[in-house]
């Protein structure tokens, strides 16, 4: 089932969305659901422009709730509109260039702006809603981070997630290391980030990584379920998300700092790492093409 498929008759386009947009926004008025579905161009990876579209979603979101005294909406779900693939992570190309042209002011304003994003989602844009990502395609580097960031990942099986940015020697640098630290432990952390290795969303629910596994097309279906189920025991599951937010508290200048290595570590790859890095790109791009 494709992700348009789960339009119900209780579910309209938001006047703002464009057949243009990199990001398709719909509207469950019976759950109060925002879906945002991700479709960057020319690669699914987060582009300046899907941050910036990301951006403005987000700010809507909460002059909506605001407006609404916090009823319209007790979800965002964020998703894609791309068959087999969540988000591929970072603008690759985009962090050759500014390497290539010494920008170091360039990469690391990329850098917060997607640290901007992820600390909202992680805290659910500072509002009385939960964030999910539904991983319903492979969700890599930048994309994997996106994922954990949500307050609920809910993944088909079959789906692969990983951090591969070892492989051009470098390391993922937005949240990866504190998302999973705080899930996990540091020990599972720095191992599944130096493997640079793919894993299955079914060998993530076994580490407690995904928190609901769905079978293959269903993962609609799951979100429905684990939101019947939330609005049934409404108290326990606000409840639960406000101790998380006091006991795995990630602060914004604690991934702010995290992001400084990165930008001087992406300024002492190699040549050849490098051209590992655009192998890749290339490598992606034949996927998608394919």
Known sequence: MSNVALLNQSTHFLPSEAPEKHLRIHYD???????????SEPRPCFTPRLLSEFHNYIRTIKEEMHESKGEKYDYVIIGS???????????????????????????FNYAIKCIDILHENMNHLDCELTTIA???????????????????????????????EVLFN??????????LSRKVGTSLA???????????AEELFEMGIVDILAEKGKGEMEVYKYIKAANRYSNSYSAIRKVRDICNKISYDELIEVAKIWVDAAFQLTSKDLRMMQRLVRRQNVRIDA
């Open 29 to 39: 008025s019976k759950y109060k659901i925002s879906w945002c579905l991700m479709k």
């Open 170 to 179: 470098l390391f993922p640098g937005m949240g990866a290391y504190s998302l």
């Open 81 to 107: 509109d791309v068959d087999g693939v969540f988000n591929l992570g970072g603008d690759l190309n985009l962090f050759k260039r500014c390497i290539d042209q010494n920008d170091r002011e360039g990469l």
């Open 190 to 200: 720095e191992k599944i980030i130096l493997s640079g290795k793919l894993y299955t």
């Open 134 to 164: 539904l991983v319903q395609g492979d969700a890599l580097g930048g994309g994997f981070e996106a994922a954990l960031a949500s307050n609920v990942v809910i993944a088909e099986k079959g789906v692969k997630m990983g951090l591969p």
